[in-house]
Antibody, heavy 123, light 107 residues
Framework: EVQLLESGGGLVQPGGSLRLSCAAS????????MNWVRQAPGKGLEWVSS????????YYADSVKGRFTISRDNSKNTLSLQLNSLRAEDTAVYYC????????????????WGKGTTVTVSS | DIQMTQSPSSVSASIGDRVTITCRAS??????LAWYQQKPGKAPNLLIY???TLQSGVPSRFSGSGSGTDFTLTISSLQPEDLATYYC?????????FGGGTKVAIK
């Protein structure tokens, strides 16, 4: 069974940086697109970023474009999200989620989720 | 960007009731729609994708329908374990977007 485990969250001051990681187990990692989704305290889900299986295509929400960078290391089954210039409104639980793949095609439905890692931006 | 609007924002129903949640896209997305269930303190769980395809392992009391701009998630017979917030998500184009969520409570 595929499992995703996020790490790297914590308390950071406004303007600071963090690097989140997501380790995938038992998975042909490069066969799947991967995603980051966040949830601010008491709020709904917000898509943050996605990356194709090869890593050649990346996508970002306007709210994080230019500040966050998604990447992956398929040799280590690891997904990363570099968070720079953090703001109070980036405070959230960040989930790593695997994209669905059916009959050889990638889909950006998210069929496996990690438990999340919490990022708190505060002075 | 495609906006996803869910209604109602909350619903309270009795065990065994039929519950219907709607999701409207701001423009046509064919059947590029998923539904997720999020229980308190937990990560979301994929219920339905491609508007009506039940994800493996999801109970058959959950069903989805719709295409274009209007979609529904139906719980045919509400069970105690269905207490959760439900979200729709469009996968037609980037940026991916979620609906605001529908909280389902048990009367």
């Amino acid at each position: 069974e595929v499992q995703l485990l996020e790490s790297g969250g914590g308390l950071v001051q406004p303007g600071g940086s963090l690097r989140l990681s997501c380790a995938a187990s038992e998975l042909s990692f490069s066969d799947y697109a991967m995603n980051w989704v966040r949830q601010a305290p008491g709020k709904g889900l917000e898509w943050v970023s996605s990356i194709s299986g090869s890593g050649s295509s990346t996508y970002y929400a306007d709210s994080v474009k230019g500040r966050f960078t998604i990447s992956r290391d398929n040799s280590k089954n690891t997904l990363s999200l570099q968070l720079n210039s953090l703001r109070a409104e980036d405070t959230a639980v960040y989930y790593c989620a695997k994209g669905l793949r059916l009959r050889g095609s990638y889909y950006y439905y998210m069929d496996v989720w990690g438990k999340g890692t919490t990022v708190t931006v505060s002075s | 960007d495609i906006q996803m609007t869910q209604s109602p924002s909350s619903v309270s129903a009795s065990i065994g009731d039929r519950v219907t949640i709607t999701c409207r896209a701001s423009r046509g997305i064919s059947t590029w729609l998923a539904w997720y269930q999020q229980k308190p303190g937990k990560a979301p769980n994929l219920l339905i994708y491609a508007a009506s395809t039940l994800q493996s392992g999801v109970p058959s009391r959950f069903s989805g329908s719709g295409s274009g701009t209007d979609f529904t998630l139906t719980i045919s017979s509400l069970q105690p374990e269905d207490l959760a917030t439900y979200y729709c998500q469009q996968a037609n184009s980037f940026p991916l977007t979620f609906g605001g969520g529908t909280k389902v409570a048990i009367k």
